[in-house]
């Protein structure tokens, strides 16, 4: 069991963060379509804190556990735009990658 799991746990969190994603999602947009937005933006920025975390590390598995969380998200929200909210968090991780590699944001490794 544990060595499908070390084969497999990109995948694994995949599902998970699909699922979170698809529950966040429903609870941003019951309020309403900007706070949906803000937090799909907020949601980004922690995705580009991760790919600068792992900038000269193994990314790809990274890249596909962000992509389940916004296909969750994505499949969760019900008002607004879907390309709106793929576009801010795209920006959110783009902006926090940014703002991280310039040394605008510092990060205290635990």
Same mark, same amino acid.
């Given at each position: 069991? /544990?060595?499908?799991?070390?084969? &497999?746990?990109?995948?694994?969190?995949?599902?998970?963060?699909?699922?979170?994603?698809?529950? #966040?999602? !429903?609870?941003? /947009?019951?309020?309403?379509? #900007?706070?949906?937005?803000?937090? #799909?933006? !907020? &949601?980004?920025?922690?995705?580009?804190?991760?790919?600068?975390?792992?900038? %000269? %590390?193994? /990314?790809?598995?990274?890249?596909?556990?962000?992509?389940?969380?916004?296909?969750?998200?994505?499949?969760?929200?019900?008002?607004?735009?879907?390309?709106?909210?793929?576009?801010?968090?795209?920006?959110?991780?783009? !902006? &926090?990658?940014?703002?991280?590699?310039?040394?605008?944001?510092?990060? #205290?490794?635990?």
């Amino acid at each position: 069991m /544990t060595q499908f799991f070390f084969k &497999s746990w990109a995948e694994f969190f995949f599902f998970v963060l699909m699922i979170i994603g698809f529950i #966040v999602a !429903l609870w941003a /947009t019951s309020f309403s379509a #900007v706070i949906s937005y803000i937090v #799909v933006f !907020l &949601s980004g920025m922690i995705g580009g804190r991760l790919l600068y975390d792992r900038k %000269k %590390k193994l /990314t790809f598995p990274y890249y596909v556990i962000i992509i389940g969380f916004i296909i969750g998200y994505v499949i969760g929200t019900y008002y607004g735009s879907r390309n709106i909210v793929i576009i801010l968090f795209v920006l959110g991780i783009l !902006l &926090s990658y940014h703002l991280h590699n310039k040394g605008y944001i510092r990060d #205290v490794a635990f």
